[in-house]
């Protein structure tokens, strides 16, 4: 059975987050990925795995070694959905700062 994945639950997981960091810059083999972290390499496959159903994560096969890395393209596309919000927040807090420094100005 093919489970479809949800981009955000999978990112939701800070093992997950980490793992897309680790290959943010360079694409690495599932041993490499697990030398990095305190679990079994069976639980850091599982996080592969869903990284790489919901296609943040690509697998490129390199003779017997499969290689992990960043699938840019669906990256984007979560950066595309969460630029709006970065956005409103970003102009809140602005909005907030100009209100303190009238506030100071005033003391």
């Not at 939701?12 to 697990?34: H, N, W, Y």
């Not at 990256?75 to 907030?96: G, H, Q, T």
Request: proline share 3%; with cysteine; charged share 30%.
């Amino acid at each position: 059975m093919n489970l479809r994945r949800d981009v955000f639950q999978a990112i939701a997981d800070p093992t997950r987050r980490a793992i897309l960091l680790l290959v943010a810059s360079q694409s690495l083999t599932a041993g490499a990925i697990a030398a990095n972290f305190n679990t079994a390499r069976p639980t850091v496959s599982k996080h592969l795995q869903i990284l790489t159903e919901c296609e943040l994560l690509a697998q490129e096969q390199n003779g017997r070694e499969i290689h992990y890395h960043i699938n840019a393209k669906k990256m984007k596309e979560v950066a595309d959905f969460i630029e709006p919000f970065r956005k409103m927040w970003d102009d809140r807090f602005n909005l907030l700062e100009d209100i303190m420094k009238q506030y100071k100005a005033k003391k």
